[in-house]
T-cell receptor
Framework: GDSVTQMEGPVTLSEEAFLTINCTYTATGYPSLFWYVQYPGEGLQLLLKATKADDKGSNKGFEATYRKETTSFHLEKGSVQVSDSAVYFCALRGYGSSASKIIFGSGTRLSIRP | EAGVTQFPSHSVIEKGQTVTLRCDPISGHDNLYWYRRVMGKEIKFLLHFVKESKQDESGMPNNRFLAERTGGTYSTLKVQPAELEDSGVYFC???????????FGNGTRLTVT
């Protein structure tokens, strides 16, 4: 079945460092891909998404490109801030009968030091 | 607009007891989902309501879990009797269309001792 694998955390970086959180997926067809973020004490929020191959999703300085050839959707940010500290989840959604479910990865906790 | 709200935010119960979690979706959202995250692992799908009907309940772990959505508004998820492995964070989400963006609540952290 469909699945998402993302790098295990926790990841600790200094402010202004470059961030990469790896995510790969297994799915039939052409799923939509997402990154969700959970800030402390809050619910999950959609950070960005891409719906087809080579699409780039971006938001709040974060980017991720849908790579069909490598089945990847790595999250990147050029210069992280303390306020980016959160748990990040990579996810996919199929279509047809699978469209009702979002499949999540295990989450990566990111901590940014001032 | 008010977001998805979940009650309680935390619940601590003993093994064998019953707990009921509640989710109020965004007004007008016909689609309501339950997910849970156990022991820091991946967030797993439990079930999907369209209005009051269960569209997909393939993720429900066993018959100790009962979800309802009477009247197609708020939903409850009852765990009876609770076991230690049920501990985790239970998330509710809603969307206007079945394939539309999900809006998540803050979750209910359940601890079974």
């Amino acid at each position: 079945g469909d699945s998402v694998t993302q790098m295990e955390g926790p990841v600790t970086l200094s402010e202004e460092a470059f961030l990469t959180i790896n995510c790969t997926y297994t799915a039939t067809g052409y799923p939509s891909l997402f990154w969700y973020v959970q800030y402390p004490g809050e619910g999950l929020q959609l950070l960005l998404k891409a719906t087809k191959a080579d699409d780039k999703g971006s938001n709040k300085g974060f980017e991720a490109t849908y790579r069909k050839e490598t089945t990847s959707f790595h999250l990147e940010k050029g210069s992280v801030q303390v306020s980016d500290s959160a748990v990040y989840f990579c996810a996919l959604r199929g279509y047809g009968s699978s469209a009702s479910k979002i499949i999540f990865g295990s989450g990566t906790r990111l901590s940014i030091r001032p | 607009e008010a977001g998805v709200t979940q009650f309680p935010s935390h619940s601590v119960i003993e093994k064998g007891q019953t707990v009921t979690l509640r989710c109020d979706p965004i007004s007008g959202h016909d689609n309501l989902y339950w997910y849970r995250r156990v022991m820091g692992k991946e967030i797993k799908f439990l079930l999907h309501f369209v209005k009051e009907s269960k569209q997909d309940e393939s993720g429900m772990p066993n018959n100790r879990f009962l979800a309802e959505r009477t009247g197609g508004t708020y939903s409850t998820l009852k765990v009876q009797p609770a076991e230690l492995e049920d501990s985790g964070v239970y998330f509710c989400a809603s969307s206007q269309a079945a394939g539309g963006p999900l809006h998540f609540g803050n979750g209910t952290r359940l601890t079974v001792t």
